[in-house]
Every structure is written in structure tokens, then in C-alpha cells.
């Protein structure tokens, strides 16, 4: 088991306040805040669980607050210093936005920055991505990129960001809406993608997954139902329809079950229970 506590801690949105990514005082209390919250969590963690802090992730900060250089005047990761140093691994976010900053260290290879202020921290790649994944030279970035991280032996992981992304929120960095990437990664490793749905969560661990997705937004989840089933067999297929906007009603005729997704229209036959997107006829 490894964990990590927590995610880009050093975004507005995850604790800060307007301005305090500018202000340099206020980015400095911020930063002490989050390393004074990593001690009191890793210490209480370790005494529940002894034996873990090796596997243990010290949290991604996401890159250009000014964590892993001083270009506002401090340095966020040497502030919190004293909490990397007790957690067995440092996590870093490397993204790049041009085919040419795959490797760029302040873009691809941005954990450079990273192991520079901590060499004898081994370090985690928990996302990474390009913000493109529908460019043609997409599937060629990734491969560069995962290829280009044999050179660094304290890199002991990677994991892309986002394999599937069914709530429709992270489309730029959706592999899904690109498979070719899937293909040329699954190649390198000397796999096959099976030619078929390519999701690798068991059927509990997926029913689980689909019944969150539509918790969050509102709608009931209907695993016994004609429409639920075939959304959820759509996925499997990568054909995902988007997240639930209504939940199932029947059609004014009261031929038909519908319900309505962020993609499509989803009809089921009340007679039959066979679902097919559109409207009725």
C-alpha cells in the first residue's frame, strides 16, 4: 500500500485565498500552514499504522506558485522542508502544453527542479500530461516521455493523468478520447489491448465507480434497469454517454423510459426494456 494524504495542496481552490499565490507574506503563511498540517498528519498516521512512512507520498504541489523555485521571493518546498524530509516519497506533477516541452525541465521534466532541492528523495510522477490528448503527436509525446524517465534513477513511478475520465471534467487530458495513446503505451510495455472495452476495474469495483458518478450529481443509480446497463456497457466499450443530467422518467405516451445525459438522450422500450440513444419514435 502507498499513500498520499492529499493533492496540489498550494492551489487557491484547496485552501488558500485570493492573492495569497501573489502576495509574497501571504504565500509564505501559506505554505507554513500546509507543512505544519503534513507534520500533525504524518505523525498521527505513523502512530496508527507503524512501519508505512517508506511508503508514504509527500503531496504533489501543482508547479508555478512558486513551490520548487523562489520566483516570488521564497521557495514553497524548502518551507516545507521538514515535512518532505519525513515522507518516504516526494510526488511531483510534470505537465508540458508544446510537443517540444516534453522534456523541457520546467515543463515535462519538471521534477528536475524537484530532485535538485531533495537528491536523495525517490519521486513519484502521480500525473502528468499534456492538456492535448486529442493532438496527432500525442500518442509520440507519451512515448518520448515515458521512455526519457529511464535516464533518472530516482524516478520510481509514473502515472499519467487521466486514463478515463467519465464525469466529462478533465477532457483535455482524457486518454480516452484518444485510444492511439492507450495503444502506443500498452505497445511499449509489450502488451496487447485486448480489442475491446479497455477498463480494468473489476464488475464490483466499476458498479461502485458508475454508482458514485451518478451520487454526485444528483441522480439514483439503477443498476436493474435497461438504461443504467446500457450506459455502464457503453463505458466499458469507451463509448461513455456523459454523466446523468435527469433521472429516469417515462415519455408522455408512456412507451418509453428516458433519461437524459451530458452527450445524449438515452430511450428504453417499457415493453421490451431494450435501450438505444435518441428520442422516441
Known amino acids: 500500500m502507498h499513500l498520499t494524504p492529499a493533492n496540489e495542496m498550494n492551489l487557491i481552490e484547496e ?3 485570493p492573492g495569497e499565490d501573489l502576495d509574497r507574506e501571504k504565500g509564505i503563511a501559506w505554505y507554513q500552514r500546509i507543512n505544519r498540517w503534513l507534520l500533525s498528519w504524518y505523525d498521527r498516521f505513523v502512530q496508527l499504522v507503524p512501519g508505512v512512512s517508506d511508503r508514504l507520498h509527500f503531496p504533489a504541489f501543482a508547479y508555478g506558485h512558486s513551490d520548487d523555485d523562489d520566483t516570488r521571493g521564497y521557495c514553497g518546498m524548502e518551507i516545507c522542508r521538514p515535512a518532505i524530509e519525513r515522507f518516504g516519497v516526494l510526488d511531483v506533477h510534470p505537465y508540458w502544453i508544446q510537443p517540444s516541452e516534453v522534456a523541457d525541465p520546467y515543463r515535462g521534466h519538471r521534477f528536475i527542479l524537484s530532485h535538485a ?8 510522477l502521480s500525473e502528468a500530461g499534456n492538456f492535448a490528448v486529442t493532438r496527432t503527436s500525442s ?3 507519451f512515448e518520448t516521455w515515458f521512455t526519457s524517465l529511464e535516464e533518472f534513477p530516482y524516478i520510481v513511478g509514473a502515472t499519467p493523468f487521466i486514463f478515463r ?3 466529462g471534467a478533465h477532457a483535455l487530458n482524457n486518454w480516452g478520447a484518444n485510444l492511439a495513446i492507450e495503444q502506443k503505451i500498452i505497445a511499449m510495455a509489450g502488451g496487447s489491448s485486448g480489442g475491446g472495452g479497455s477498463t480494468t476495474m473489476t ?3 466499476l458498479l461502485r465507480y458508475t454508482e458514485d458518478i451518478f451520487s454526485r450529481y444528483g441522480v439514483p443509480w439503477n443498476p436493474a434497469g435497461a438504461i443504467c446497463k446500457f450506459w455502464l456497457a457503453e463505458l466499458k466499450a469507451d463509448r461513455f454517454l456523459g454523466f446523468p443530467m435527469e433521472r429516469e422518467h417515462l415519455s408522455e405516451n408512456h412507451q418509453w423510459m428516458i433519461q437524459g445525459f451530458s452527450n445524449t438522450l438515452v430511450k428504453a422500450d417499457v415493453a421490451m426494456w431494450e435501450a438505444s440513444r435518441g ?3
Open 15 to 17: 485552501g488558500g485565498g
Open 117 to 124: 532541492l531533495f537528491p536523495t528523495k525517490p519521486i513519484f
Open 139 to 141: 500518442p509520440a509525446e
Open 165 to 167: 475520465d467519465p464525469t
Open 203 to 205: 464488475d464490483a469495483e
Open 279 to 281: 428520442l422516441p419514435l
